[in-house]
């Protein structure tokens, strides 16, 4: 199995602020990593795949990079509604895999 | 509009059986791969099992053996039959739309509760 080591698992910010969470990977995937955002109570939704491709509908404030075993997840601008756990998921090879979330808190 | 809706879930003691459901509209269960995702209490994500266009399954160790997907392309929906079912399977299920060459999981079903306890 791939193992996925996402960071920070904690994070601080402030409106307005740019934030980057980092995912990386115990093999390469290529560009088969997915980024997805979930609020409280809610179903995950998909903000990124294949690493970059920013999903119809998404703000173009967030943006994906990375390939092969290290990848990004960036807000350029947080806004309220960005505060939420952010999980990076592979889908390379089974079993797909998750990281164990980055929870976004208001500073 | 894309939609997914999950029902089934509940309490069931340990070494019961469930199945669940997932009902989708606005596309064709058949032509995409299907997947169910789970997750427990105050946890993070874990795939559980995929089902691919042609009908191949995948499983994640946690569940093979145990746990079956399957659709049924008349009533456009997913099923996932749950047998020896452990307290560690006490999660949140959703199930989600995968496109070949696209977005893996999207959209996912507003989930449902399934709880294994005596």
């Known amino acids: 199995a791939i193992w996925m080591t996402q960071s920070p698992s904690l994070l601080s910010a402030s409106t307005g602020d740019r934030v980057t969470i980092s995912c990386r990977m115990s093999q390469g995937i290529s560009s088969y990593l997915a980024w997805y955002q979930q609020k409280p109570g809610k179903a995950p939704e998909l903000l990124i795949y294949a690493a970059s491709t920013l999903q119809s509908g998404v703000p173009s404030r967030f943006s994906g990079s990375g390939s092969g075993t290290d990848f990004t997840l960036t807000i350029s601008c947080l806004q309220s509604e960005d505060f939420a756990t952010y999980y990076c998921q592979q889908y390379y090879s089974f079993p797909w895999t998750f990281g164990q979330g980055t929870k976004v808190e208001i500073k | 509009e894309v939609q997914l809706v999950e029902s089934g879930g509940g309490l069931i003691q340990p070494g019961g059986s469930l199945r669940l459901s997932c009902a989708a509209s606005?596309?064709?269960?058949?032509?995409?791969?299907m997947s169910w995702v789970r997750q427990a209490p105050g946890k993070g994500l874990e795939w559980v099992s995929v089902?691919?266009?042609?009908?191949?399954?995948y499983y994640a160790d946690s569940v093979k053996g145990r746990f079956t997907i399957s659709r049924d392309n008349s009533k456009n929906t997913l099923y996932l039959q749950m047998n020896s079912l452990r307290a560690e399977d006490t999660a949140v299920y959703y199930c989600?739309?995968?496109?070949?060459?696209?977005?893996?999981?999207?959209?996912w079903g507003q989930g449902t509760l399934v709880t294994v306890s005596s």
């Open positions: 606005g596309f064709t269960v058949s032509s995409n791969y």
């Open positions: 989600a739309r995968g496109v070949l060459y696209g977005p893996p999981f999207d959209p």
């Open positions: 089902i691919y266009s042609g009908g191949s399954t």
